[in-house]
């Protein structure tokens, strides 16, 4: 194995491109013209030349002298190079000198900001710090190491952070939709399940939008509370609808801070829980039977399937007709708007969605970080475009209010 793995390698080396050859070469040479560009700005004259300002105003133009050059390696989506930057000192108002510092190359700067760019996305993409550096070897030369993804992946750390304090006071925000999924990570060096708590909102356009993603012990209300609570204090506005999974902890953060606001329960997790009470030599006749009632038509023929669905489990197995008692009118709260709304107002499936394809490119690392990185990967995932969301289905309606009084569920 390690035999076929040499000669790969050696086969790629004598791919020789005269194309990448000549690219970087022009690399080179324009980085080279573009800091040399800088500095004679800053140095009111070119290389070699006088001001062409004459007399007292030529000395006054002239604030520094050059004195050299040092070659720094620079690794950019051109490959890794060797270019000279020009060295300088500048005047100071007090009569001494400072050293002259180029904007366009930091101080220490190694790699281009698009090569960090290209080096996060590998790692978003799903694949871990070992894999990312194989990957880009050919690209970057063998320059880029474990080390050196680890480092750039927290250099996203500061706009993670900038976009968890942002104000949501302007999103025209109507509809929360709110759910939590599992995730190990590592801490204290042992691998530990934690919740990240997610929450998507809905503009008025009707595009979906990730509001919040917080990493958590568990589902719990007061876990729940600290994240709606940091949602009103950013100055997020009263949702006129919410879509939730059910979860208890979250039914009662919700009571606390948006009482009065239209639930609706996600009918996908309540059919997993009526399967979860009989045995699954009954699991197609339930499916059935709950589907013609949640995918039914119209508000009556709800009300009506909903009848013949307790009538008829109450005899059969008792326990699936009292767990689709247990969600109350809460499961049906979709029927209170217009049809054209209900296929992305019965489930939390927006966040479901997200959740799996979180976990595909995660699924390389079997215990991640820690619950920061696991929290932060789930945001990079939209913020960097690898994922992106759509409108719900029925927006054009959005604006449509749910009627006061719901459809009657009496059995």
Known sequence: MQHATEMAVDLFDNWFDPI??????????????LI????????????????????????????????????????GTFGPIEIAVPRARLTTPDGGTSEWKSQALRAYQRRTL?????????YLAGTNTRRVRRALAALFGGTVGKDTVSRTWRKVKGDWDA???????????????????????????????????????????GQKVLLAIKSMGGESAEAWRTVLGDLIKRGLKRPEFLIVDGAPGLDKAIAT???????????????????????????????????????????????????????????????????????????????????SQWRSLRTTNAIERLHEEFKRRIKTQTVLPSADTAAMMFWALLASGQISMRKVDGWQTLATKPIDQPIDLAA
């Open 20 to 33: 990448e050859t000549e690219v970087r070469a022009r690399a080179r040479q324009f980085i080279e013209e």
């Open 36 to 75: 040399r560009g800088e500095l004679d700005s800053a140095l009111a004259r070119p290389r070699y030349e006088r001001s062409k300002i004459a007399g007292n105003e030529a000395g006054s133009c002239v604030t520094g002298h050059r004195h050299g050059s040092r070659t720094r390696s620079l690794t």
């Open 114 to 122: 698009a090569a960090d760019a290209l080096i996060a996305s590998s």
């Open 163 to 205: 976009w968890n304090s942002r104000s949501l006071a302007d999103e025209p925000i109507v509809r929360l939709i709110l759910d939590g999924t599992v995730v190990r990570v590592r801490l204290d060096r042992k691998a530990t399940s934690i919740s990240l708590l997610v929450v998507l909102g809905v503009r008025a356009d």
């Open 257 to 339: 801070v948006w009482d009065g606001v239209p639930v609706q329960r996600c009918t996908v997790h309540k059919h997993r829980n009526l399967l979860a009470h009989a045995p699954e030599r009954l699991h197609d006749e339930i499916t059935a039977d709950y589907n013609d009632m949640i995918y039914a038509t119209t508000p009556e023929e709800i009300a009506a399937c909903r009848k013949a669905f307790l009538r008829k489990w109450r005899l059969k197995h008792r326990a699936v007709a009292d767990s689709l008692e247990e969600a109350g009118d809460r499961l049906f709260t979709f029927a209170r708007l217009p049809p």
